[in-house]
């Protein structure tokens, strides 16, 4: 087992022709992942690599291949469109990679997705991975810009609001002879499709994760409300870490949503939101497999 | 992006919200025409505001010494001596830092007789990821602080993005401000532009403070906004040429308009450990690593997931323009870019830029070893780090 995708579900990957999307899924193949559609307007017909079927519609795809969920890697304007041909295709999860997408366009999105049966991860994220277990976990299932090959097949859950930073956690980890079930990167935007509430829910019912590294960063109240939850709910132990204890307010740090506005979403709340909930806090983002396998 | 309070009136006008008449004024000249056509409607007093991007001009002080950056006139011969003492001049306030702004616009407008002021404000409410008002009694006042001691003073309305405002949204904040009912029509017609401009605008905020109840010259009350802030989402700009128009890059950090030029999201601090990493989370760990050895970061710079050679040596060349930087880390985390490529990239711009100041480079991932290998036989005086925190040690140890 593992949250939100195995080594066995079927992904479409939105944009797949594009020369972003075409190179992140040739490495997905590469890894083992079952890349089984394409979706570019206007080049249905088409193959890409040899193999995956390219189709003009998502609808269209889930019809010939049983697809189940997709990786949206369409450019910003037409990002929320893509998004929402998805989520009306019955898929059951949408993971958006695309950056840049408006405010406003992910508020109709957010909007339409009340109610319907399919989960977002990101936008502005690296995705998902569920490692395998091929050399360099290959085999498993890879959605999204990750480099595969630092993972490990294993029983840590990692979720976070940054790439980077989730690779550095899941390096730490594979590097120290740790594995992973599932890595999911929700996106630094302020308006995202699934929550650091959502994911830690997830991995707390999945009986293949036993341990948990959340990583957040400043803006919102997303990690404090995990925090809360987590208190009183989790059966796992979580190791966490904040970026931003030095960022500017006022200041959009790189991420649309990294901004500490009105004296809220400092990294100071969560760090004292993460303590009161019994979270172990890394001082330094280089210590974050190792706080959490300190009370594993 | 932000605006000007005279740019935010403009589209805010646009969508029917009643604003005081007046004038964005770039000259001396301007000023005078201006103030005489306001003379000539049959205005009685005006007033001559300072346009930068930042709060507290009316308590500033011009570095010439000339108090205030807000002015009350009576004539037009005030307002031209007013004008002269401003345009040109740089303003201080709390919010521009002691380098202050110089004040290249002038906005000359009707002064309103204010009978109440009040507040209001539209932005993303990031825990319904749906559009919110914010509306209070307690106008002209820093709203932080009414929310901070007062925050019963404060009515919320969230706004169903499916839908936008409706009017008895509108209607239910007015009455929530107290307004006298003959003022809820202008009140409703006005609340409705403020969301509309908010919505059609792709603001990230729309701020009034004052939003204001005045004294017409008939006796009358209407309702208009006296003060406007406008901040607006990047990422939507592309769909707005007309706002685009009305960026004022004098505004702006020459470093970072510079650094987006590259593609780089660069943003200058005040220590002098300079960093220059791939990913915003990681780029901002980086910065508190610094701190948490006991340096200081002197900028936040990622240069995303790419990391050219282009990049890194426009970054390089951006950070080193910083004269208080005394030393760089660098660390990249290469997870689909190959670390050799990133240490090319390295080693050709600290050559190209002549580097003189200590370099400390943390390189993980793909081809690492390779890439350690191009560092070390580069012939540059670089330090190598193994970890984010053994890297931010020695920059830490030798600056």
């Not at chain 1, 910003?76 to 041909?85: K, Q, V």
């Not at chain 1, 019955?90 to 408006?102: N, W």
């Not at chain 1, 006022?250 to 500490?260: F, T």
């Not at chain 1, 760090?271 to 210590?287: K, N």
């Amino acid at each position: 087992m593992a949250i939100l995708v195995t080594p066995e579900t079927k992904v479409l990957v939105q944009g797949i022709t594009g020369s972003f999307g075409g190179r992140h899924a040739q490495l997905s193949l590469e890894y083992g992942s079952q890349i089984v559609a394409g979706v570019t307007p206007g080049k249905g017909g088409q193959t890409f690599e040899d193999k995956v079927p390219v189709f003009d519609t998502v609808a269209q795809a889930v019809a010939e291949t049983g697809t189940t969920t997709s990786a949206v890697f369409v450019p910003p304007p037409f990002a929320a469109d893509a998004i929402l041909e998805g989520v009306d295709a019955g898929l059951d999860l949408v993971v958006c990679i695309t950056e840049g997408i408006p405010v406003n366009d992910m508020v109709k999105v957010k909007r339409a997705l009340e109610g319907s049966k399919t989960r977002l991860i990101g936008p502005n994220c690296p995705g998902i991975v569920t490692p395998g277990d091929g050399k360099q976990s290959s085999g498993g299932c890879r959605i999204g810009i990750a480099p595969g090959y630092i993972h490990k097949k294993g029983n840590i859950g990692v979720v976070s609001r940054s790439g980077t930073l989730t690779y550095e956690a899941v390096w730490q980890l594979t590097c120290r002879g740790v594995g992973q079930s599932t890595c999911v990167g929700i996106g630094g935007d302020p308006v995202n499709g699934t929550s650091h509430l959502d994911v830690i829910k997830m991995f707390n019912d999945d009986p293949d994760t036993h341990g948990i590294i959340m990583i957040g960063e400043i803006g919102g109240s997303a990690e404090e409300e995990a925090a809360a939850w987590i208190r009183d709910n989790c059966k796992k132990p979580v190791a966490g870490f904040i970026a931003g204890t030095t960022a500017p307010p006022g200041r959009r740090m790189g991420h649309a949503g990294a901004i500490v506005s009105g004296g809220k979403g400092t990294a100071e709340a969560k760090i004292e939101a993460f303590r009161e909930a019994g979270i172990q806090v890394a001082q330094t983002p280089s210590e974050m497999a190792d706080v959490l396998l300190k009370v594993m | 992006m932000n605006i000007h309070e005279y740019q935010a009136k403009e589209l805010l006008a646009r969508n029917g919200v009643n604003v005081p008449s007046g004038k964005a004024c770039k000259s001396i000249e301007e000023a005078q025409t201006a103030a005489q056509a306001l003379f000539d409607a049959g205005q009685s007093m005006l007033v001559i505001k300072s346009q930068i991007h930042a709060g507290g001009r009316g308590k500033g002080t011009f570095k010439s010494g000339f108090q205030g950056g807000v002015h009350l006139c009576k004539s037009v011969e005030e307002t031209v001596e007013t004008a002269k003492a401003m345009l040109g001049e740089v303003l201080v306030t709390k919010q521009t830092g002691p380098e202050g702004r110089e004040v290249k616009t002038l906005l000359v407008a009707s002064a309103e007789k204010i009978v109440k002021e009040l507040y209001l404000a539209v932005l993303l409410d990031r825990n319904t990821s749906k559009p919110i008002v914010m509306a209070s009694t307690e106008g002209g006042v820093d709203i932080e602080e009414v929310a901070e001691k007062t925050p019963e003073k404060i009515v919320k309305e969230t706004i169903d993005p499916a839908m936008g405002m409706m009017p008895y949204q509108a209607r239910k904040i007015a009455a929530a401000l107290n307004l006298p009912s003959s003022l809820t029509g202008q009140a409703t017609k006005l609340l409705m532009g403020v969301y509309k401009t908010f919505w059609s605008c792709d603001a990230s905020m729309v701020e009034i403070n004052p939003l204001c109840i005045v004294e017409n010259v008939d006796e009358t009350q209407g309702i208009a906004a006296v003060d406007a802030k406008i901040s607006l989402d990047d990422n939507a700009l592309y769909r707005h040429k007309d706002i685009l128009e009305m960026r004022d890059l004098a505004e702006e950090a020459p470093l970072e308009i510079e650094a987006g030029k590259f593609d780089l999201n660069y943003i200058k601090l005040h220590g002098n450990i300079a960093c220059l990493v791939n990913g915003a989370g990681l780029a901002m760990a980086t910065m508190d690593i610094i701190k948490h050895y006991g340096g200081d970061p002197a900028n936040f710079l990622d240069v995303g997931g790419g990391a050219s050679r282009e990049q890194v040596t426009a970054a390089f060349k951006i950070i080193l323009s910083d004269p208080n930087v005394k030393g760089i880390l660098v660390n990249i985390f290469g997870g689909i870019m190959q670390c050799d490529v990133i240490a090319e990239g390295v080693v050709s711009a600290a050559k190209e830029t002549n580097l003189s100041i200590p370099l400390v480079v943390r390189l993980e991932g793909n081809n690492v070893e390779i890439g350690k290998k191009i560092l070390n036989e580069s012939g540059l005086e670089l330090i190598s780090g193994d970890s984010m925190a053994d890297a931010a040690k020695k920059i830490v140890a030798v600056v």
